[in-house]
């Protein structure tokens, strides 16, 4: 049997799981490939007009798989963390896809309710019911698979550049340099170094969301607003991007936030969707870059 | 004898389109006037014109209205139905083509599509918030590349490599234009890109996921350019029909219902005549501020004296003549 | 301590008695309106949705009023509304309205009850009455809500039956203009049975078939008129019958039944084949509702939306399919800062037309057999006798 796994959305994060563990349980594994014109064009042809760019992109991933593959893997993610929520979006995708794209074979769509080992292990049974119902193979193709992802670990944070940029969003959005047109190379051109989130420690993340009135109940915003809070405090970079969807309902409110909270550090919001014209991106990254560089100078020589 | 007519009145934000239909239901003379922001003046010129043309040996039997502006249009000159476009245009295309089963429709300021099954509305899509893909944002993109809006869609047919433009927005499109015109690409090349991303557009917006199934009834101002109606060929892959008087399609429709009610309820028309609109005639508008509702409210008075008001919502201003009521 | 509320519908009509029952002072928020929103909308974040600009607005005016504390409720996902009121904090502070305290309750198991009683008791305590009289308070604002409701929905639904067209229309404005000139909840209550009676006494037709169209969507923006560029009364003008299965009342029932999930199991069970998963907000009830009133056989139904509701869009999304499945019509609405009515009223027009038209030719050809529908007028008939019921709430 071949799973296909396409390639938006949290496969940034996960992939490493998904792939091991459909491999070990002995089923043939196709990804679709990095986002390109066709796939976003597929994706807006199928997905409703109100939904944000990396849902459209998605539809895209998915019906580039039909034919390609027996079924599809497109876990339904419900939360990711206990008490907590996730997008959305996220909760009905399946009906999204099922509903608009033709065509499809078989949808792998078992809800993942928490990330914790216990929870995973249900998941895992329920989604390998079609490959296999033996016990062993799913506990050792899980465990592995377990393994796999926790030493993978993505993120990225430049070293020798004169100026560090924090780079804050959806993995989805940070992680497809076609939907991002090239953001982590061309901040590189400019002579800026970037930091993403993932290198902010948890316990910092906690303690900075522990300050407002309500704790976020949804996981990614949490994770954000935590880490460009603590960037900004402890003034791991020297600035913060923000690279948000259009019309995504979680950026729409993280960024306020942030916002609120900052006064003087350099902040910007790069907003992405099908039509950002590549021009106007490039002209906003060149302002801030000199804006980060012309302030350190300055800042250098207000101290010495 | 006096010549028996129905008349049909269109009064849209960019066009004004006039229509008297004959009993066979033929259409005798039309009118496509630019509103240019007066829809009274510009009705009050297109009924006089009538009159010059048919000099005093008519009959008006009934009188319709439709468009954006019907309520007021219906008020002026009496009309016995006062309908929304699109019905109007379902009509219209339907007494064109009895088969047809779906209708496109590309005015100046909103677009529409129209499934029809068994001669009966059964779906309908309409675009009013963006404007790419209107006949008014063609016109824009005419004159900035200073080409003729006559000759536009001519320019099109002559391309050999359409380039790609994003076409879901009206900005984002004439910026991307802008793009690459800067780059060098030839004006029929953008043109036809232009033609065809419009046409993706509209399918995208207005029939996401829904078939477009033939004979497939292609009307309005828009019809007109031929760059627009190869691309709706193109992607639809089949040929689609435009009818002989595409531009007053909303105000055929409008003569047709006037006909089918006078005909049922056998009433006689409420038409003013040809002269109903003169300059006795003065609209106000004004802000209520009785209710926080803060309504709009339109007041037409003809020789000083109030006839009808409307746009509240509560009623109080609203003194309609009870045989106008609104025939929606 | 100057009291506000955010206006939802007819929810300021409970808060207001409620205030009044347990004589705290407060603030009226005046009925939404175009000041409202471009108030709101210049502070509020660009992409954020309808009802926060409005609900802003809303506090804005009042504030200005001299208002100093803010009832509000809550959510904890995964709709954007849990987070409003930490937004609406910030904006707040940032506009030097520190000072203004927002009370929400937020009745979710996160926050914990007796972080719910706390902020309670912080206005209750307020108040100089004793408990009983509290109780009562909050008793009378339910009825009064519920009644309000109740009136509400006769009036839309009447509206296709009357013979003086604009009848229902006018006792509804009557009656809501008079619960503002009203001191006392109990005088309130009184008036408001009055005119339960008084649409019992509305000439009808039963013999006529209107168009009956059902109000589905999110939950704010199909109770708010303003928000809704007042589509019900739209349809009231056109000569419509409409109904809406969300009201206030309904939300409070479905809160207490939700822990044990009780709460409205006709829509779960209508959405389950559709949408088996929640997904926030009230999308799930979005598409049992659809469900529902294809199979009442009611003529089509009408999705309202604010622009980015992400619930929303989803049932949009899966809407589609209950056409095909159903053979039912619906138009989709999405509300934003646009208060231009011309293309909405074209196309109000065109979709009564349609299923005017559908409903000539013998109806829709529905594969499914209709489950019981309820007679024509049915509830017009029952709404005499149902004044002088003592328990409205819990029907």
């Given amino acids: 049997m071949i799973i296909g796994i396409p390639?938006?959305?949290?496969?940034?994060?996960?992939?490493?799981?998904?792939?091991?563990?459909?491999?070990?349980?002995?089923?043939?594994?196709?990804?679709?490939?990095?986002?390109?014109?066709?796939?976003?064009?597929?994706?807006?042809?199928?997905?409703?007009?109100?939904?944000?760019?990396?849902?459209?992109?998605?539809?895209?991933?998915?019906?580039?798989?039909r034919g390609k593959c027996d079924a599809v893997l497109i876990p339904r993610f419900m939360s990711?963390?206990?008490?907590?929520?996730?997008?959305?979006?996220?909760?009905?995708?399946?009906?999204?896809?099922?509903?608009?794209?033709?065509?499809?074979?078989?949808?792998?769509?078992?809800?993942?309710?928490?990330?914790?080992?216990d929870r995973m292990l249900i998941w895992a049974k329920y989604a390998a019911r079609f490959l296999t119902k033996d016990q062993k193979t799913v506990d050792?193709?899980?465990?592995?698979?377990?393994?796999?992802?926790?030493?993978?670990?993505?993120?990225?944070?430049?070293?020798?550049?004169?100026?560090?940029?924090?780079?804050?969003?959806?993995?989805?959005?940070?992680?497809?340099?076609?939907?991002?047109m090239n953001l982590v190379k061309k901040l590189n051109a400019l002579g800026i170094g970037v930091l993403t989130g993932e290198y902010v420690?948890?316990?910092?993340?906690?303690?900075?969301?522990?300050?407002?009135?309500?704790?976020?109940?949804?996981?990614?915003?949490?994770?954000?607003?935590?880490?460009?809070?603590?960037?900004?405090?402890?003034?791991?970079?020297?600035?913060?991007?923000?690279?948000?969807?259009?019309?995504?309902?979680?950026?729409?409110?993280?960024?306020?936030?942030?916002?609120?909270?900052?006064?003087?550090?350099?902040?910007?919001?790069?907003?992405?969707?099908?039509?950002?014209?590549?021009?106007?991106?490039?002209?906003?990254?060149?302002?801030?870059?000199?804006?980060?560089?012309?302030?350190?100078?300055?800042f250098a020589r207000y101290v010495s | 004898?006096?010549?028996?007519?129905?008349?049909?009145?269109?009064?849209?934000?960019?066009?004004?389109?006039?229509?008297?239909?004959?009993?066979?239901?033929?259409?005798?003379?039309?009118?496509?006037?630019?509103?240019?922001?007066?829809?009274?003046?510009?009705?009050?010129?297109?009924?006089?014109?009538?009159?010059?043309?048919?000099?005093?040996?008519?009959?008006?039997?009934?009188?319709?209205?439709?468009?954006?502006?019907?309520?007021?249009?219906?008020?002026?000159?009496?009309?016995?139905?006062?309908?929304?476009?699109?019905?109007?245009?379902?009509?219209?295309?339907?007494?064109?083509?009895?088969?047809v089963r779906t209708i496109l429709e590309i005015g100046g300021q909103d677009s529409k599509i129209i499934f029809v099954r068994n001669g009966v509305v059964y779906d309908f899509a309409m675009n009013t918030v963006c404007a790419a893909g209107t006949g008014s944002f063609l016109d824009r993109q005419a004159s900035r590349l200073d080409i003729p809006i006559e000759e536009f869609g001519g320019y099109a047919l002559r391309a050999k490599n359409p380039v790609r433009i994003a076409g879901r927005c009206a900005v984002f499109a004439e910026s991307d234009m802008i793009h690459k015109q800067q780059t060098g690409h030839c004006n029929e090349d953008i043109i036809a890109g232009l033609c065809l991303a419009l046409v993706r557009n509209y399918l995208n917006n207005l029939a996401k996921g829904k078939e477009i199934p033939g004979p497939v009834v292609f009307q309005g101002g828009v019809a007109a350019n031929v760059g627009i109606v190869a691309a709706f060929e193109k992607i639809l892959g089949s040929s689609i029909v435009i009818p002989r008087h595409y531009d007053v399609m909303g105000a055929y429709g409008a003569a047709i219902l006037a006909k089918e009610h006078i005909g049922e309820t056998g009433k006689k028309t409420c038409f003013h005549g040809f002269d109903c609109v003169n300059d006795n005639f003065s609209v106000k508008s004004l802000e209520c501020k009785d209710c926080p509702n803060r309504c709009e409210v339109v007041k037409i008075s003809v020789g000083g004296e109030l006839k009808a008001c409307m746009g509240d919502r509560c009623g109080k201003w609203n003194c309609l003549p009870k045989d106008m009521s609104m025939n929606a | 301590m100057l009291v506000t509320f955010p206006n939802m519908g007819n929810v300021a009509f409970a808060a207001r008695a409620l205030c009044q029952g347990l004589k705290i002072p407060y603030v009226m928020p005046e009925k939404n309106n175009k000041d409202t929103l471009r108030r709101g909308s210049f502070y509020a974040p660009e992409e954020i949705c309808l009802p926060f600009k409005v609900m802003l607005g809303n506090f804005l005016e009042c504030i200005e009023k001299g208002a100093d504390t803010i009832l509000f409720v809550g959510s904890c996902g995964p709709c954007r509304f849990g987070e409003y009121c930490e937004l609406h904090m910030k904006i707040l502070r940032r506009l030097g309205y520190g000072n203004v305290n927002i009370v929400v309750a937020d009745f979710s198991p996160e926050i914990g009850i007796d972080a719910l009683r706390h902020r309670i008791a912080a206005i209750s305590d307020k108040s100089p009455v004793g408990k009983l009289e509290k109780l009562k308070a909050v008793k009378n604002a339910m009825i009064i809500e519920a009644l309000c409701d109740r009136l509400d929905r006769i009036a839309y639904e009447m509206a296709?039956?009357?013979?003086?067209?604009?009848?229902?229309?006018?006792?509804?404005?009557?009656?809501?203009?008079?619960?503002?000139?009203?001191?006392?909840?109990?005088?309130?209550?009184?008036?408001?049975?009055?005119?339960?009676?008084?649409?019992g006494e509305v000439k009808t037709d039963l013999s006529l078939d209107p168009v009956k169209i059902a109000i589905i969507g999110e939950i704010y923006t199909v109770i708010d008129p303003f928000s809704n560029l007042y589509i019900e009364e739209k349809l009231m003008d056109l000569g419509a019958s409409s109904s809406r299965m969300l009201t206030p009342t309904w939300w409070v029932k479905d809160l207490v039944m939700k822990p044990v999930k009780l709460n409205s199991p006709n829509i779960n069970r209508a959405a389950r084949k559709y949408m088996p998963f929640p997904v926030g907000g009230h999308g799930k009830e979005c598409i049992g509702e659809a469900v529902l009133a294809a199979k009442?056989?009611?003529?089509?139904?009408?999705?309202?939306?604010?622009?980015?509701?992400?619930?929303?869009?989803?049932?949009?999304?899966?809407?589609?399919?209950?056409?095909?499945?159903?053979?039912?019509?619906?138009?989709?609405?999405?509300?934003?800062?646009?208060?231009?009515?011309?293309?909405?009223?074209?196309?109000?027009?065109?979709?009564?037309?349609?299923?005017?038209?559908?409903?000539?030719?013998?109806?829709?050809?529905?594969?499914?057999?209709?489950?019981?529908?309820?007679?024509?007028?049915?509830?017009?008939?029952?709404?005499?006798?149902?004044?002088?019921?003592?328990?409205?709430?819990?029907?």
């Fill in chain 1, 80 to 117: 990711i963390r206990p008490k907590e929520h996730i997008c959305p979006m996220f909760c009905g995708l399946i009906e999204m896809v099922s509903n608009h794209i033709p065509d499809l074979p078989l949808l792998i769509d078992t809800p993942v309710y928490s990330l914790n080992r």
């Fill in chain 3, 160 to 199: 296709g039956y009357e013979v003086n067209r604009g009848t229902c229309k006018r006792l509804m404005y009557e009656y809501k203009a008079k619960i503002l000139e009203s001191k006392e909840p109990d005088e309130t209550i009184a008036m408001l049975r009055g005119y339960l009676r008084k649409f």
């Fill in chain 1, 201 to 298: 420690p948890g316990d910092a993340i906690e303690d900075e969301v522990r300050q407002l009135y309500k704790k976020p109940f949804w996981s990614l915003a949490r994770e954000y607003y935590g880490a460009a809070v603590y960037i900004r405090k402890t003034k791991m970079a020297d600035g913060i991007i923000y690279l948000s969807s259009f019309s995504c309902g979680i950026d729409s409110i993280i960024t306020e936030l942030i916002k609120c909270e900052n006064d003087e550090f350099p902040f910007m919001v790069l907003k992405l969707d099908e039509h950002t014209g590549e021009a106007g991106y490039d002209t906003r990254l060149d302002a801030f870059s000199d804006m980060l560089k012309r302030r350190k100078t300055k």
């Fill in chain 1, 140 to 180: 050792a193709a899980f465990d592995k698979a377990i393994m796999r992802q926790n030493d993978y670990k993505p993120g990225i944070n430049d070293e020798g550049f004169p100026a560090k940029v924090a780079l804050i969003g959806h993995v989805y959005n940070i992680y497809d340099s076609f939907i991002n």
């Fill in chain 3, 296 to 395: 009442k056989g009611m003529d089509g139904a009408i999705q309202i939306l604010p622009l980015g509701c992400m619930p929303e869009v989803i049932s949009k999304a899966i809407l589609p399919s209950i056409r095909r499945d159903y053979s039912f019509p619906f138009m989709t609405l999405i509300v934003d800062e646009v208060t231009g009515e011309a293309g909405i009223n074209t196309r109000l027009e065109a979709f009564l037309d349609m299923l005017g038209s559908i409903k000539k030719r013998g109806g829709s050809g529905r594969k499914h057999n209709l489950t019981k529908m309820e007679p024509a007028g049915s509830l017009l008939r029952r709404c005499a006798n149902e004044a002088d019921r003592k328990e409205l709430f819990f029907e």
């Fill in chain 2, 1 to 99: 004898m006096n010549k028996e007519l129905y008349l049909g009145v269109d009064v849209g934000s960019v066009s004004t389109n006039l229509v008297l239909m004959e009993k066979s239901g033929d259409i005798l003379e039309k009118l496509y006037l630019k509103t240019s922001g007066h829809p009274v003046e510009t009705l009050k010129n297109g009924l006089s014109r009538f009159k010059a043309m048919l000099g005093n040996k008519t009959e008006i039997l009934a009188a319709g209205a439709t468009g954006s502006g019907r309520q007021l249009a219906g008020l002026l000159i009496g009309a016995d139905v006062v309908k929304n476009e699109i019905t109007a245009h379902a009509v219209a295309a339907l007494s064109v083509e009895p088969e």
């Fill in chain 1, 7 to 65: 390639q938006g959305l949290l496969y940034a994060k996960y992939h490493v799981f998904a792939t091991t563990f459909m491999k070990e349980i002995g089923a043939k594994t196709v990804a679709s490939p990095t986002t390109n014109k066709s796939i976003l064009d597929e994706g807006v042809r199928y997905c409703v007009d109100e939904a944000c760019l990396p849902m459209k992109v998605y539809h895209g991933h998915v019906a580039w798989l």
